[in-house]
């Protein structure tokens, strides 16, 4: 889990935290040392916080910071996330296509088939974790107790469920993207907290970062280890750094007899941290003669000698979650444990959440199903003026909701799962917009939920069992869903990343016209750049396939819909441009536009998801085609209310309020109630060295 923890406010002015599940939200979105692109002042923003540090100070709270810590300009922070970020499109993208103006339906049409007899291995495992999680797991003594019980790890490994994404090779199951998703579904609906536990462990923690850049001894060393059932988690965040990694203060001092470091500093917010054996830690290795330097991901022994689990953290959700305040005082990691090589640690962090981020959608999918299930028994049941209150319009929209939010956000994971699964796609743009999309999609079915349920959504479980009634947790489903709009990047960091991503064909032939440190050969270059690429971009916008009302037919009644779908992609790609051409170098100031255009190209994404999945199962699942249209006619709706805020909206009032709020100048409003005592810090400060907090490790 992560956060930006910044006492200063961030580049957008909010100086908000970001608490998440697990260590991946604060990773940077990419920017770029320019003053105008869109998404650039994405590290170090942020959002209302949710959870604080925690009880009492660490150890050595009261002094300073060490000096990696230090404060650091906005231009040298998106100096670090750009460094991180994967430049080069070496594959196709069907989001990149999509923010261009371009339908490129050939990228994902005909549907994707996985492969049979991965089917017939992951139908197999799957059968036998249903059963497990079924009869083995209870979910409700989960959230009663906020822990795990150990004979559940015990059965999750004899299983191979740590195991679902490591090779066949190393002792793993070596499921598919499309198929671990499945299997994350399945827990997820038993017990959200397993869910967080697998996906941590085999997302982001050791095994994913290994099979993309581990070497073959640590492959041989480690993943065995980890499909047989030992814990791993990811260590980014500490408790002043988050979003802004240029800031990161946990240092790895290379030894002097050159066998390894030794890694002092503390990490908040690891999902696993409690219950792990094996950690992918972030440190800053000095620079020096002949040593790069930078940011690093170290392979670290979880009973390492000076590692302190100095606090086991809780949250409003996900109760089960075993998530930590680590400490590491003179740690040794041999240099055999360095993964890709010194200074590689973001761009390592940032590669791997490229397929990553699926799994917390799968959770959100599997979400929403089940809210689905409720929300259809319930309503039917229930009577209420004569009728059952699914009959009444106004649940009615709420049912037609969920259920078309639901095959649309199923849809488009997936999509993104088989695209990764092929390989020949780049997903970084589709997968952070799933990302993006389900979190917020389920929360919002979780509240119309609870809005159908009425006082029973707001009920606990147990209470409803007490007097005999259904014990649907769907209380429950709030508090742990709410998390998923914040964790593995926040809504408001997923806005920029992905936008950053959708411009950059822009930023590569015209960026240093914008930028105030190009020299004029480099501006005059850049123009001669520009003047050829729109020239030929620009008119492809005006006109295109879905003026015609014979395109698509062969798509039956959604036909329309994909026309709609390439009106509105160039339609988009013209908005930006203007946006571009009008704001320039303020043009990353304008976060809350660059937000709508990205959630007007997920809307799009969706759509020729669920238009292209229907076609291809319309002979075996008929229906789908009937939730295909009904979401694509709900998406329309919220698509041309996103196009209108583009131009008609308060955004300017909106900043200017805050600068106004953020002085105080309403400060009498706050008037008339007892607010939070503030004999604490916001932001509790550490300093280096051993800690003075007992080890509340739990050994499994």
């Avoid at 203007?578 to 043009?587: E, P």
Wanted: aromatic letters at 6%; glycine letters at 10%; one cysteine or more.
């Amino acid at each position: 889990m992560t956060t930006t923890q910044n006492s200063r406010p961030t580049p957008d002015g909010s100086g908000a935290d970001q608490p998440a599940a697990k260590d991946t939200e604060g990773v940077p979105t990419a920017a770029v040392d320019r003053p105008a692109p869109p998404g650039g002042a994405a590290a170090g923003t942020g959002q209302a916080a949710t959870a604080a540090a925690g009880g009492r100070p660490t150890a050595g709270a009261a002094g300073p910071l060490p000096k990696e810590a230090g404060q650091v300009s906005e231009k040298e922070a998106r100096q670090v996330a750009e460094a991180a970020r994967e430049s080069s499109w070496d594959r196709p993208s069907f989001g990149k296509e999509l923010f261009l103006g371009r339908l490129r339906l050939d990228l994902i049409d005909p549907w994707p088939r996985p492969d049979a007899a991965d089917v017939a291995r992951a139908d197999e495992f799957l059968g036998r974790f249903r059963e497990f999680l079924t009869s083995e797991v209870d979910g409700a003594a989960i959230e009663r107790d906020a822990s795990i019980p150990d004979d559940v790890f015990h059965g999750l490994a004899r299983l191979g469920a740590f195991g679902m994404k490591i090779d066949r090779s190393y002792g793993g199951l070596g499921l598919s993207n499309l198929h671990y998703c499945r299997a994350l579904m399945l827990a997820g609906s038993v017990s959200p907290a397993i869910g967080a536990l697998l996906s941590a462990h085999q997302s982001i923690g050791v095994p994913q970062p290994l099979k993309m850049f581990g070497t073959a001894e640590q492959k041989q060393r480690f993943l065995p280890r980890l499909a047989a059932g030992e814990v791993s988690a990811f260590l980014l965040t500490e408790p002043d750094v988050g979003s802004d990694p240029a800031r990161l203060a946990t240092t790895a001092e290379p030894t002097p007899d050159g066998t390894g470091y030794r890694l002092n500093g503390v990490k908040l917010w690891a999902t696993n941290g409690t219950v792990a054996t094996l950690l992918v830690v972030m440190a800053r290795v000095p620079a020096a003669e002949g040593r790069r330097g930078g940011i690093t991901a170290f392979v670290v022994e979880g009973d390492a000698e000076g590692i302190t689990i100095e606090r086991r953290n809780a949250f409003v959700g996900l109760r089960g979650l075993e998530n930590s305040l680590t400490r590491f005082h003179d740690v040794f990691v041999p240099k055999e444990n360095v993964i890709g090589g010194e200074g590689k640690g973001l761009k390592i962090a940032l590669t791997t959440l490229n397929t990553g981020r699926l799994s917390l959608p799968a959770m959100c999918v599997g979400a929403g199903k089940w809210a689905l299930n409720v929300a259809r028994e319930w309503a039917a049941d229930r009577v209420q003026w004569g009728r059952p209150v699914g009959e009444h319009e106004a649940v009615a929209q709420k049912l037609s909701f969920v259920a078309a939010t639901t095959y649309g956000m199923e849809t488009m994971l997936d999509l993104c799962c088989l695209l990764a699964d092929d390989d020949r796609n780049d997903i970084r743009i589709e997968a952070a917009l799933v990302k993006l999309y389900a979190s917020e999609m389920a929360w919002k079915i979780a509240d119309e939920l609870v809005q159908i349920r009425g006082g029973r959504g707001y009920e606990t479980a147990d209470s409803l069992a007490a007097r005999g009634e259904r014990p649907a947790a769907v209380e429950q489903l709030l508090r742990d869903l709410r998390i998923n709009r914040i964790f593995e990047g926040s809504t408001e960091i997923m806005h920029l990343l992905i936008a950053r991503e959708a411009v950059d064909a822009h930023l590569s032939v015209a960026g240093d016209i914008i930028d105030p440190d190009a020299g004029l050969g480099r501006k005059a270059k850049a123009g001669a750049r520009a003047g050829v690429f729109y020239a030929k971009w620009l008119p492809t916008l005006a006109v295109g396939k879905g003026q015609r009302p014979s395109a698509y037919g062969e798509f039956g009644p959604l036909a329309g819909h994909l026309r709609q779908v390439e009106r509105a992609s160039r339609k988009l790609a013209r908005s930006t441009f203007y946006a571009m051409s009008r704001w320039q170098g303020k043009m990353e100031r304008k976060q809350a536009f660059l937000g709508r255009v990205v959630d007007i190209g997920a809307e799009l994404f969706a759509m020729s998801a669920v238009c292209v999945r229907a076609y291809a199962e319309r002979d075996t699942r008929p229906e789908n085609v009937e939730l295909a249209d009904l979401f694509c006619r709900q998406a329309r709706v919220r698509v041309d209310a996103l196009f209108t805020a583009l131009w008609d909206n308060t955004d300017s009032v909106d900043t200017a309020a805050a600068k106004r709020i953020l002085a105080g100048r309403y400060a009498g409003l706050e008037e008339g109630v007892i607010t939070p005592a503030d004999d604490l810090p916001w932001v509790a400060r550490w300093s280096p060295g051993p800690s003075a907090a007992p080890d509340v490790r739990r050994r499994v």
